[in-house]
């Protein structure tokens, strides 16, 4: 606790955009055979620094199986908001989920991000026994505590009931309980994320453990089995007062990003495929007359690609699909960055327009036909999959895993953990950064990254943007 609100704290996205530049950025690394426990690495990434585009530190976790996803901060800019109980706490410890395992472990990353350590680690029957949930996903720091997403419910499989969102207190990390008050028809789970200020919240459908844990299961997917809803909630009363469907055969709605400054009401979801052509689709969402509405505003068509390129998976389409995995908004709202796992592409789009996207840069690197190698002339295996952005929008991270049996599927010549970078024009366009290029240890695939002080992906503000 401080005295004073921490100073990565910004009351609004112009603000955290003047921010002093990030010099560490932690990623998830996984072991993928569940032969090794998992663990957090912290990378350096301040230009000049004689360890650039290194590990300087890794926290090994003493448990096997856990498999880590996705992870996020105790507490964020939303600690700025005027319904907060907590101004003067620290954005200082990471909450980072065990998605098989359904532990939760809080790493301290004081004094220093090089001396990152365990704090507590949270037993899964802590979580089972006060939420009747499990596979907890998504971590988002709110003004009264930490919310955590799940793709699961209870029982061995986690299909005892729907998943849904649970609370942690954000000083003690004890878990409180479940969120909803009324789901309606929400029945799966992935994202979720919010306007503070508008008191809404949007939850997006992925799929319930028994379609993802052992890989996917093309036939629940031939048959739109996978979720293609969005959800939206009064994130107050805690109740759901509209769903949205995409359409069954858009599936997989997954990555959900409403603008940063609370003013815009709107905010995009990327869906992974269309069964019907394999296209991956952008979808703008936005609420006017008091309703929420959806419409698909940017389409990535599949490439063709011979038999012998492909995984057996996909050797009936002759195709790769796209295969939008993950998606990132800009914190002036502008640029929205779209990860093509499947073709190897990262996209970017100008956003200036939300229903209107326009395709402003793009880079390719590996793919499951192309196999485009990085600038630096080292292999990418698999495709661009979790991306984050600088605070000032000049750099673009990401990694090439996606879900260990999942990776398995479509690059069965495996997935060497690699994180890169692009740099971003003043105006737009991308170019991979020849310099920065992080290998991992060997049995280690990378997942989910977090940036010092915070990122666009984990900040919610509170006050506009002038």
Known sequence: MTMRPDPTFHASPKLAMEAPAENFAYTLLLSPDFSKPDALAVIDVKPGSPSYSQIVHTVTMPNKGDEFHHFGWN????????LAGHAFIERRYLIIPGL?????????TKPDPTQAKIHKIIEPEEVFKKTGYSRPHTIHCGP?????????????????????????????????????????????????????????????????????????????????????????????????????????????????????????????????????????SIWTWWREGGKFHAEKTATIPPEP???????????????????????????????????????????QYDVSDPRKPKLAGSVHIGGIARRTPHPNGKAFAAGPQMVEISRDGRRVYWT?????????????????????????????GLELDKDFFVSFPDGYRAHQIRLEGGDCSTDSFCYPSV
């Open 144 to 280: 009264d505590g930490i919310y955590v997403s799940t793709l699961g419910g209870g029982g061995k499989d986690g299909t005892n009931g729907p998943p849904g969102v649970f609370i942690m207190d954000c000083e003690t990390f004890e878990v409180l309980g479940r969120w909803e008050i009324d789901r309606g028809p929400q029945t799966l789970h992935y994202d979720f994320w919010w306007n503070l200020p508008r008191d809404y919240m949007v939850t997006s459908e992925w799929a319930l453990p028994p379609q993802f844990e052992n890989g996917i299961v093309p036939e629940d997917l031939l048959a739109n089995k996978y979720g293609h809803r969005l959800h939206f909630w009064d994130l107050r009363a805690r109740r759901n007062v509209q769903t949205i469907d995409l359409g069954a055969n858009h599936q997989m709605a997954l990555e959900v990003r409403p603008a940063h400054d609370p003013v815009r009401e709107y905010g995009f979801v990327g869906v992974v495929v269309d069964t019907t052509n394999l296209e991956a």
């Open 305 to 347: 690609a011979p038999k012998e390129k492909l995984p057996p998976l996909l050797q009936g389409f002759g195709a790769v699909p796209p295969l939008v995995t993950d998606i990132d908004l800009s914190m002036d709202d502008r640029f929205l960055y779209v990860s093509c796992w499947g073709t190897g592409e990262m996209r």
């Open 100 to 108: 098989r395992s359904s532990r939760i472990y809080i790493i301290d």
């Open 400 to 428: 090439n895993s996606l879900y260990s049996t999942w990776d398995d599927q479509f690059y069965p010549d495996g997935v060497p953990g690699v994180e890169v970078m692009a740099n971003v024009g003043r105006n737009g």
């Open 75 to 82: 507490a964020c800019s939303s600690a700025l908001s005027p």
